[in-house]
């Protein structure tokens, strides 16, 4: 069955610090991968997505994520960390059935951002 | 309004009550989803429309009941809510359902608590 796993419930760092934020899929053909942002009592807003070529993906904020198939990983990265990049972050795989991707979302990590 | 719009943002109802949520999307979108947001869960999908025909139904209680009357606007219909419903209810948009143009975009939800 398709699954996204986030290993990190919570994750602290410093402000101006890099970050990376794990995240691990099942599904047994070519994903469609996504990174979205939440923030307090807000919707989701796509921060970067992969459907298919470099595997190297830059998005908005200054984030990237990196595919590796071979590790089964979508991890996102941004070198310095802003404190207002304090939110929820969730990886999602799309998942073909019934005629449409189905997003299947991870748990979410909750990044918190000391000054 | 840009994006995807959602109303009521907060909504607090009985169990023997009946409301709607709304939502509204102004980015020439053909499908829409709704999603339940529950705490230390990950988003469930509940039903998916494209072109106002409802694509999935996804073993949602008949307590809450969509409506697409058209590809800018999505109800979601709540009657005889249970507690365990308290949630937040996302809405979200697609340009359709083809894996390289179904990227969901997502209000900011609804905060929905059932006394």
């Known amino acids: 069955a398709q699954s996204v796993t986030q290993p990190d419930i919570h994750i602290t760092v410093s402000e101006g610090a890099s970050l990376e934020l794990r995240c691990n899929y099942s599904y047994g053909a070519t994903p469609y991968l996504f990174w979205y942002v939440q923030s307090p009592g807000q919707g989701l807003q796509l921060l970067l997505k992969?459907?298919?070529?470099?595997?190297l993906v830059q998005g908005i904020k200054g984030f990237e994520a990196e595919f590796k198939r071979s590790q089964s990983s979508f991890n996102l990265r941004k070198p310095s960390v802003h404190w207002s990049d304090a939110a929820e972050y969730f990886c999602?795989?799309?998942?073909?059935?019934?005629?449409?991707?189905?997003?299947?979302f991870g748990a979410g990590t909750r990044l918190a951002v000391h000054p | 309004e840009t994006g995807v719009t959602q109303t009521p943002r907060h909504l607090v109802m009985g169990m023997t009550n009946k409301k709607s949520l709304k939502c509204e999307q102004h980015l020439g979108h053909n499908a829409m989803y709704w999603y339940k947001q529950s705490a230390k869960k990950p988003l469930e999908l509940m039903f998916v429309y494209s072109l106002e025909e409802r694509v999935e139904n996804n073993s949602v209680p008949s307590r809450f009941s969509p409506e697409c009357p058209n590809s800018s606007h999505l109800f979601l219909h709540l009657h005889t809510l249970q507690p365990e419903d308290s949630a937040l209810y996302l809405c979200a948009s697609s340009q359709d359902l083809q894996p390289s143009t179904d990227t969901q975009y997502f209000g900011p939800g609804t905060r929905l608590t059932v006394l």
């Open positions: 992969y459907f298919s070529g470099d595997t």
């Open positions: 999602a795989v799309g998942a073909r059935t019934g005629g449409y991707n189905k997003l299947i």
